[in-house]
């Protein structure tokens, strides 16, 4: 088993940077990837970015150029930096692991909350 908490959530005005943190614990050497994904209210859960154990990344087009994924493998913590938030970035944040052993995002965060207003 693996858990995950996540910290760095609140609210920022747009144009604002916010950093979450992803900190793992269990059963790490089981995890193939990490990624964060985000929900608004009345949306489905999508994907804002991933990275391998080997530090290969991918973005969602709509946070390209605005949001970094990276991680500290001596820490077992995956990081988010945000910059130049937009209100339609408003969502719960939930940090996911995907197993080594089937591929699919089992582990879950309990989630932080992200606001961007004025």
């Known amino acids: 088993q693996v858990q995950l908490v996540e910290s760095g959530g609140g609210l920022v005005q747009p144009g604002g940077s916010l950093r979450l943190s992803c900190a793992a614990s269990?059963?790490?050497?089981?995890?193939?990837?990490m990624g964060w994904y985000r929900q608004a209210p009345g949306k489905l859960r999508d994907v804002v970015a991933t990275i391998t154990s080997g530090g290969s990344t991918n973005y969602a087009d709509s946070v390209k150029g605005r949001f970094t994924i990276s991680r500290d493998n001596a820490k077992n913590t995956v990081y988010l930096q945000m910059n130049s938030l937009k209100p339609e970035d408003s969502a719960v944040y939930s940090c996911?692991?995907?197993?080594?052993?089937?591929?699919?995002?089992?582990?879950w965060g309990q989630g932080t909350q992200v606001t961007v207003s004025s």
């Open positions: 996911a692991a995907l197993r080594s052993d089937n591929f699919r995002w089992d582990y």
């Open positions: 269990g059963s790490i050497f089981s995890i193939n990837a």
